[in-house]
């Protein structure tokens, strides 16, 4: 009985190879077993599918065209044109356990994930904590009394304005854009307006580096966080006069006393946590990534972002009137400038999709803010350094509204 049903090879080569059904196969085994010492328990080896069982490579003998590996005592060669990558040994690689694999997130996964007791403490927590991190760094704009957020100091702001500093620097040189000397009428000018505002500033203390671009198709001006201040000269023509350009730089100058770009830093911990988290929730869907992370950013730039900017806005309008006017330069000039910057703007967007206000109630703001203006410079003598920016850092720290 032994003998007739002995196999001519081992079990698992005759039901690789079809030669015997699989019960066949698994009869020859069970015979086979009493003469070798490997046992397998597993069925996935009865597979009518070719089974790997051993990859021994043959080194590549010089002059061969190409190399050969073994696979249960047989030479397979790989195809012709085989990278060399290609032509590496998989050792037990089963492509079948590969399509049938299980994937590592699936949004049914995620669901039961969120009903989970420990998910919804940590969530719990979480929020706590967001709720009293938030509450603890408030504070009160003097000017416009409004309540804001603000996790950043003055020496971080500073290193950020550093920062920026250097990358405007580069850009300048890679475009070829040019710095006029300090002997060019244009800085002289400028510096002029400069040495007068800074005073009233509420940050003499600072270096102050003043470069004028010749860029006369750039009408635009900015003061870095610690006292880096550009001013492309097409701007130049527009301010007219000292009194005009005194208003466009008192304008940036009181960004940094109000320390909007700190505002601004910590609003955006906020909505990137608010974005990142709808994704997150929508990347189970389609292209629910790309969709919530373009739609997303949009909502919220038009929610959040381009309000908080406005107003900001408006505040550094307010304490730029009061500072220039302490500094003498006329107040009147200020509705004139923006006048003269609605004409020179070739487009103007509706005011809900921009970061500033219109022209126009700008210009209505300033008409209220002019008797106010006035008196400061009525009581001013230009040249005292105890000045409403002063006023302003004090009011601040001690979260009380001036206006």
């Not at 060019?184 to 600072?206: C, E, W, Y």
């Not at 220039?324 to 070739?346: G, K, N, T, V």
């Not at 803010?369 to 005292?384: G, I, Q, V």
Request: hydrophobic share 40%.
């Amino acid at each position: 009985m032994f003998r007739l049903l002995r196999p001519l090879a081992h079990p698992q080569t005759l039901a690789g190879l079809g030669r015997v059904s699989p019960l066949a196969a698994i009869r020859a085994r069970v015979l086979f077993t009493t003469t070798t010492t490997t046992i397998t328990t597993r069925a996935a080896t009865f597979s009518t599918r070719p089974q790997i069982l051993r990859h021994t490579p043959i080194p590549w003998a010089p002059g061969s065209r190409t190399p050969a590996s073994t696979v249960a005592g047989r030479l397979i060669f790989p195809r012709r044109g085989a990278t060399p990558h290609q032509r590496r040994p998989f050792g037990n690689y089963d492509p079948e356990k590969h399509r049938t694999a299980r994937p590592l997130y699936t949004s049914g996964g995620f669901f039961r994930m969120l009903r989970r007791p420990s998910t919804h403490m940590v969530a719990v927590i979480a929020f706590a904590g967001a709720v009293l991190f938030y509450f603890s760094h408030l504070e009160t704009v003097p000017v416009s009394g409004r309540t804001r957020f603000n996790v950043y100091s003055n020496e971080s702001i500073v290193q950020a304005g550093e920062m920026q500093y250097q990358a405007m620097l580069y850009d300048l040189e890679r475009q070829g854009a040019r710095i006029l000397p300090d002997y060019d009428p244009r800085t002289i000018r400028v510096k002029r307006v400069m040495t007068k505002l800074i005073p009233f500033s509420g940050m003499a203390d600072q270096e102050w580096e003043i470069f004028v671009v010749d860029e006369p198709r750039v009408a635009n001006a900015f003061v870095l966080p610690g006292g880096k201040v550009f001013v492309f000269s097409g701007i130049l023509p527009i301010a007219r006069n000292d009194s005009g350009l005194a208003t466009i730089l008192g304008h940036e100058i009181a960004h940094n006393l109000a320390e909007h770009v700190g505002e601004r830093m910590s609003q955006a911990i906020g909505t990137n946590l608010l974005l990142y988290s709808v994704i997150v929730l929508t990347s189970t869907v389609g292209l629910g990534i790309l969709l919530s992370g373009w739609l997303g950013s949009r909502a919220l730039e038009i929610a959040f972002g381009n309000p908080m900017s406005r107003k900001q806005e408006s505040e550094a309008d307010y304490i730029g009137l009061m500072m220039m006017a302490e500094a003498c330069y006329d107040p009147h000039e200020a509705a004139r400038f923006w006048a003269r910057m609605d004409q020179a703007a070739m487009e103007e967007v509706p005011e809900w999709l921009s970061t500033h206000p219109s022209n126009e109630n700008r210009i209505k703001k300033i008409q209220e803010w002019l008797p106010k203006a006035l008196e400061k410079r009525a009581e001013s003598d230009c040249r005292s350094t105890t000045a409403f920016a002063d006023l302003f850092k004090q009011a601040l720290m001690k979260g009380i509204v001036i206006i």
